[in-house]
């Protein structure tokens, strides 16, 4: 399940970020004095596509469910980590999402400032973290 997790996440950063980005920005774009906006030091984003033979893309993801694992004190024995066929296997039936053109706002003025968001009812204040940690040091 955290490996499904981790792909479907790989998919949104490694993927679909860059095409949202080239979708808003094609790589072939110019502005209104005929500049290119690629220009270096900026670079057109390519796409990653996961692709399950490449062992480069199944140690990354791997590796980063066993770190979740970890994170979120998922028991997973060495069995399951090691046995490649059956991991390949649930990967490659994780459900990732095609990619669709989203109306998302990019800011491209270095000197713009990130907006602060509101505090949402949910988060936690510093203290509440500490003692969250605190009581994860102590198992």
Known sequence: MIVCKQQEKNSRNFANKAKDLLNKFPADLVDDKGVPYWKLPKRAPTPLE???????????????????????????DSEQIDDVENNKKIISQAKIEQWQPRDKIIITDPKATKPVAPKHDNDISKDEWIIVQEKTKAR
């Open 50 to 76: 996961f692709d399950i033979n490449n062992n480069l893309h199944y140690n990354f993801v791997l590796s980063c469910a066993k770190i979740l694992a970890m994170i979120y004190a998922v028991q997973v």
